[in-house]
Nanobody, 115 residues
């Protein structure tokens, strides 16, 4: 059984920074793509950023230049450094790990950016 635990959400003023982390535990052989998604109230869940096992990254246009995704394979961890936060970044952020043929999700962490 694989479990993902997120941390680092919170309340921040516009222009501020937050760092999210997600760590996987359980029976893990290797993790393919790691990613972060978010869901704002009344909206669908959307991709924020992904990073492959080869460390190729992909970002939503709305966060390019402000967010940075990174991974630590030794710790089965993915991080999301969020700078220059905007009120429209307010959402519940979920991590996602592709392990084998399955996708695993974290429980979500709230990020609130005040104007």
């Amino acid at each position: 059984q694989v479990q993902l635990v997120e941390s680092g959400g919170g309340l921040v003023q516009a222009g501020g920074s937050l760092r999210l982390s997600c760590a996987a535990s359980g029976s893990i052989f290797s993790i393919n793509t790691m990613g972060w998604y978010r869901q704002a109230p009344g909206k669908q869940r959307e991709l924020v950023a992904t990073i492959t096992s080869g460390r190729t990254t992909n970002y939503a246009d709305s966060v390019k230049g402000r967010f940075t995704i990174s991974r630590d394979n030794a710790k089965n961890t993915v991080n999301l450094q969020m700078n220059s936060l905007k009120p429209e970044d307010t959402a519940v952020y979920y991590c996602n790990f592709a392990i084998g043929s399955r996708n695993y999700w974290g429980q979500g962490t709230q990020v609130t950016v005040s104007s």
